[in-house]
């Protein structure tokens, strides 16, 4: 396939309500970045009604669905997984042409999608763990206000034995970023449904096609009703946050929008999972070992989908005696960056996917040059690239930009990275600890018990050593940020419980 051609011609896809497919009278252009004028295809835009019937249908399917063993829902899952082995090539594809980015990072993005399904669905027997607290007295209990109080004086007689649970939210929506959007989704949506949960997905407005053609193939194995997908604009898809039905919303995006999500959920008391925007840095020791593997770890770390990754690596901090090294060291690495259009072969990194964040990154940078600070461009940009009008920048270094520089202090979410040089360790702790942001960080020594005594010091949702970003990432484990980094755990033990509800039932003696 070459970059100009599709997987199909002007593909379009609706929505998914009930178990059906929905079109609409009007859709939205799905444009490939790397050419913007190239239309991929189209997406239903779903009005207020067509959400509202999203909502409907969920609810119908959620008592059928939740009062299912925990055990028997994993296995439909699991099962109905086996409907994406069909066409995956062509979900590939689609997806760097709306994405950009290039073919081997989509193909990456297919297998995370259903290695998380069944990671989550190899939790099932976590939901079945009932805690019991044997029959105690008040005095036993320790209580304290009504307690013992309600009762009188405390004969120490053991009145109470409580049995704790867990039991399904209801219905659940899902709001994915377009940078990683199944990987993404895969995070929040096995583990809702293996809790019993229904979902309704809203698929990000830029790259819609592979992931509503991805559920597509999910949902033909699953009960009618259990996972919807709506696309659209805000106002089309608003009963998805607004209706009091949904009784958890995910949303992975940025800090700005994830304030917006959390206002819209206050009006019915809709809990939330916010994964927001990271500033995430890089500390390096003055024992580092620079050679070809931590030097191509850190510069995957950055630059991985140009840059457009939540938990990549934004600003890296290196001992003032290491900073001329570590330059030179990613200039060699980066000056082998061929950047272009995602499907073709010789591409190592894509385009931005909107000239919106292509300008703001390029504002960034200029930014810092105003400020005296010297900017390095790398790479070299394909002849079709150059032509194509798409939102292509080389990767570049920032060299030593001070504190307070928008570089250093904002997200670029893109392929620029400001080299930090310090001279106190706790200095560049101190930057870390007091940013807006929590999301991830990363160490990097020869000593593992120096890593392990600085990881321990950093105060970010994640803290990875001698590596850093999704290739790092272990689904075993709960992900979240700290601060305007987000609230809530998604992945893991954690990931599944938080898609559940704590319930308690307490049997008492007669005195």
């Not at 206002?263 to 620079?290: F, H, I, K, Q, Y």
């Not at 290196?318 to 960056?337: I, K, T």
């Not at 200029?366 to 009008?389: H, I, K, N, P």
């Not at 609230?487 to 954690?494: A, N, T």
Request: net charge negative; aromatic share 4%; glycine share 8%.
């Amino acid at each position: 396939m070459t970059a100009a051609a599709g997987p199909e011609a002007q593909i379009r896809t609706g929505l998914l309500i009930g178990g059906e497919t929905v079109e609409t009278a009007d859709s939205f252009p799905v444009h490939d970045p790397a050419a913007p004028d190239r239309v991929v295809g189209h997406a239903a835009a779903a009005t207020r009604e067509h959400t509202r019937r999203a909502v409907d249908a969920a609810q119908e399917a959620w008592p059928d669905w939740s009062g299912r063993d925990p055990q028997q829902r994993a296995e439909i899952l699991t099962e109905a997984l086996g409907a994406l082995d069909s066409d995956s090539d062509q979900r590939t594809d689609l997806l760097v042409l709306e994405n950009g980015k290039v073919r081997a990072e989509a193909a990456v993005e297919m297998s995370v999608f259903a290695q998380r399904c069944r990671l989550a669905a190899g939790l099932a027997e976590e939901l079945r763990t009932v805690h019991h607290h044997p029959w105690a007295s008040h005095a036993d209990m320790v209580s304290t206000g009504g307690g013992a109080g309600a009762s009188g004086a405390d004969d120490g007689v053991p009145r109470f034995r409580t049995e704790v649970s867990r039991m399904p939210l209801g219905v659940v929506t899902i709001i994915v970023p377009f940078n990683w959007p199944l990987a993404i989704l895969a995070a929040s949506l096995p583990h809702a449904l293996v809790a019993g949960n229904t979902v309704i997905v809203k698929p990000p407005p830029t790259t819609p096609l592979s992931v509503v053609r991805t559920l597509e193939r999910l949902a033909q194995r699953l009960p009618a009703g259990v996972l919807n997908v709506v696309t659209g604009d805000n106002e089309g898809v608003a009963p998805a946050l607004q209706d009091p039905r949904i009784r958890r919303i995910v949303f992975t995006g940025s800090t700005n929008a994830g304030r917006a999500i959390m206002s819209a959920a206050t009006e019915n008391m809709t809990r939330v999972t916010l994964e927001l925007g990271g500033n995430d840095p890089a500390v390096l020791l003055d024992d580092v070992e620079l050679d070809d593997v931590a030097v191509t770890r850190l510069v995957e770390g950055a630059f991985l989908t140009t840059g457009q990754v939540c938990m990549g690596i934004k600003r890296v901090y290196v001992p003032r005696s290491r900073f001329d090294e570590l330059v030179a060291r990613l200039s060699d690495a980066l000056e082998e960056y061929r950047v272009g259009h995602g499907l073709a072969p010789e591409s190592t990194m894509g385009p931005l996917n909107s000239a919106k964040q292509r300008d703001f990154v390029r504002g960034l940078m200029d930014d810092a040059r105003s400020a005296g600070r010297e900017v390095r461009e790398f790479g070299t940009l394909s002849d079709e690239a150059r032509e194509s009008g798409g939102h292509f920048l080389r990767p570049a270094l920032v060299l030593d930009p001070g504190p307070r520089e928008r570089i250093t202090v904002e997200e670029q979410f893109g392929p620029v990275l400001p080299v930090i040089a310090y001279d106190d360790l706790d200095e560049a702790v101190d930057a870390v600890n007091h940013d807006w942001s929590g999301l991830c960080s990363s160490v990097w020594s020869a000593d593992h018990d120096r890593a392990a005594d600085l990881a321990a010091r950093l105060r970010t949702g994640t803290t990875w050593v001698n590596d850093a970003n999704a290739v790092a990432q272990d689904d075993r484990a709960p992900f979240g940020g700290l601060r305007q980094s987000g609230m809530g755990r998604e992945l893991g033990v954690e990931g599944l419980l938080e898609m559940t509800e704590a319930h308690t039932v307490t049997y008492t003696r007669r005195p």
